[in-house]
T-cell receptor
Framework: QKEVEQNSGPLSVPEGAIASLNCTYS??????FFWYRQYSGKSPELIMS????GDKEDGRFTAQLNKASQYVSLLIRDSQPSDSATYLC???????????FGSGTQLTVLP | ETGVTQTPRHLVMGMTNKKSLKCEQH?????MYWYKQSAKKPLELMFV???????ENNSVPSRFSPECPNSSHLFLHLHTLQPEDSALYLC??????????????FGNGTRLTVT
């Protein structure tokens, strides 16, 4: 059973702070890693993808990948109340034809 | 029309009814997916179609029946559902690139309530 684990939260941070979201996965041959944001009552939307070890930055978002530790994280700088949502970590399977999702971390940014 | 569109957005059905969910993607992708999302649970992959062929069926009960007539359209036929089947049903598409897939693009989902 391929697993993706996330701290379900809720995680609360003050506006302007850095929010740190973590994800671990069990399939050592996973190649592709994604972070999705899901607002309440809405569908998931892709915010970051990362494929190689290290950091990838896109605006206020930074994804970090460490394949040796089977760990991927998402940092949100200068957090805004509009960032309040559930963040889903998704990891490609060994066959790479499907994604396995974590249960999500609920983030609340307090004004 | 762009992206992935799903209809209906909301559906209430009795346990003896038969209904269908529809999904259409306008992204030129070659793979389509049905996911189920229940409260407090991870997204559950139900069915995968690559190049119109069903490649995955994750032990889904037979009361759910998928149909993929072409690479742009996907249906989920529902019959004799149970109240525990109430959930958000999400369609997604991606590009299967011979050993890896692009990110999934999700539709807005169908909120299903079984009474």
């Amino acid at each position: 059973q391929k697993e993706v684990e996330q701290n379900s939260g809720p995680l609360s941070v003050p506006e302007g702070a850095i929010a740190s979201l973590n994800c671990t996965y069990s399939d050592r041959v996973s190649q592709s890693f994604f972070w999705y944001r899901q607002y309440s009552g809405k569908s998931p939307e892709l915010i970051m993808s990362i494929y190689s070890n290290g950091d990838k930055e896109d605006g206020r978002f930074t994804a970090q990948l460490n394949k040796a530790s089977q760990y991927v994280s998402l940092l949100i700088r200068d957090s805004q109340p509009s960032d309040s949502a559930t963040y889903l970590c998704a990891v490609s399977s060994g066959s790479a034809r499907q994604l396995t999702f974590g249960s999500g971390t609920q983030l609340t940014v307090l004004p | 029309e762009t992206g992935v569109t799903q209809t209906p957005r909301h559906l209430v059905m009795g346990m003896t009814n038969k209904k269908s969910l529809k999904c259409e993607q306008h992204l030129g992708h070659n793979a389509m997916y049905w996911y189920k999302q229940s409260a407090k649970k991870p997204l559950e992959l139900m069915f995968v179609y690559n190049f119109k062929e069903q490649t995955e069926n994750n032990s889904v009960p037979s009361r759910f029946s998928p149909e993929c007539p072409n690479s742009s359209h996907l249906f989920l036929h529902l019959h004799t559902l149970q109240p525990e089947d109430s959930a958000l049903y999400l369609c997604a598409s991606a590009q299967d690139r011979q050993g890896d897939i692009s990110p999934l693009h999700f539709g807005n989902g169908t909120r299903l309530t079984v009474t």
